[in-house]
């Protein structure tokens, strides 16, 4: 199947600083891209879908100026946490659909932050 | 709005006995329906999906779901499950965005 990566795969940083996470679809195209977060032991939380493109869409109470997302490329999304906080921390997950299998994502192996 | 709904936090069963996890779903038209696993600190894998035609649907790993209009449930099972089945379940619907039941942690003890 199709393959998703997630670079860093963990990442421990202080609070006040910005962390990027990248999410790659590695042998194919993705005009469209998921962030979720995870906390432990719940459900994913769908933050926004990335568009390669154009603006990121954003679902309701998660703030976009926070979490920046860009869709550079057909292969390549990058979530940027600004200013982390503790509250901050979280397994962050994004997925991308086959273009033309919108029903089928293919998840990466997610990013885990801890913030200071 | 879709949804789905899974309405058990924990399953634990025997190794070598059948698993079944259970979802429901709430959705308007056709569904789309999905099941995922997790592993600790691991993204999602796909297993299984519904879409149209047979509702018994056959997945990775030797598990397979039924879909049933009538009972709006599509329930994942695994007629023998290995302790390596021991993991976070998630039922998903897919209208263009996924959305994910509360999961089920399933344990298989040896």
Known sequence: ?116 | AQSVAQPEDQVNVAEGNPLTVKCTYSVSGNPYLFWYVQYPNRGLQFLLKYITGDNLVKGSYGFEAEFNKSQTSFHLKKPSALVSDSALYFCAVNDYKLSFGAGTTVTVRA
């Open chain 1, 1 to 116: 199947g199709a393959v998703v990566s997630q670079h860093p795969s963990w990442v421990i940083c202080k609070s006040g600083t910005s962390v990027k996470i990248e999410c790659r679809s590695l042998d194919f195209q993705a005009t469209t891209m998921f962030w979720y977060r995870q906390f432990p032991k719940q459900s994913l939380m769908l933050m926004a879908t990335s568009n390669e493109g154009s603006k990121a869409t954003y679902e309701q109470g998660v703030e976009k100026d926070k979490f920046l997302i860009n869709h550079a490329s057909l292969t390549l999304s990058t979530l940027t946490v600004t200013s982390a906080h503790p509250e901050d921390s979280s397994f962050y997950i994004c997925s991308a659909p086959e273009v033309g299998l919108i029903e089928t994502q293919y998840f990466g192996p997610g990013t885990r932050l801890l913030v200071l």
